[in-house]
């Protein structure tokens, strides 16, 4: 009868810690996952809106931080709901007083294959040349 109460014991115990298992995966599968103010402002980025992101943090990273945070503030509150722009990033960055260079070309489509601009204008002063 011992050997009986000690499995009843013992299996009571398993079954509580299976319990209390299954109650805490559950609760971590329910909770959510808060979004950084990054991540928030980077899902309504478009044209290129990542790329001045990314440059504005090389450049000033504690300011396109504060300046991202209180971006985000707006989103969550709804405040503001439409998508950015690079150039509307770039030109909230510059009117806030934070200048930074961005890398940009210019490419023409030249028989099926882009080109830099630079490299047209070569060509066909090459070519004037050789008249």
Do not use: C, W
């Not at 806030?96 to 070569?122: A, C, H, Q, W, Y």
């Amino acid at each position: 009868m011992e050997e009986d109460a000690e499995l009843k014991l013992i299996t009571q115990r398993k079954l509580a810690q299976m319990k209390r298992m299954a109650a805490t995966t559950t609760s971590a599968k329910t909770q959510k996952v808060e979004k950084t103010g990054r991540q928030v402002v980077t899902e309504m980025l478009i044209d290129r809106g990542d790329e001045v992101l990314e440059a504005a943090y090389s450049y000033y990273p504690n300011e396109t931080d504060h300046i991202v945070k209180e971006l985000s503030r707006l989103i969550r509150e709804g405040k503001f709901n439409e998508k950015i722009s690079g150039g509307e990033l770039y030109s909230l960055f510059r009117n806030l007083g934070l200048r930074f260079k961005l890398n940009t070309s210019m490419k023409v489509e030249e028989k099926g294959r882009l080109i830099d601009i630079g490299e047209k204008f070569r060509l066909r002063r090459e070519g004037e040349e050789k008249a």
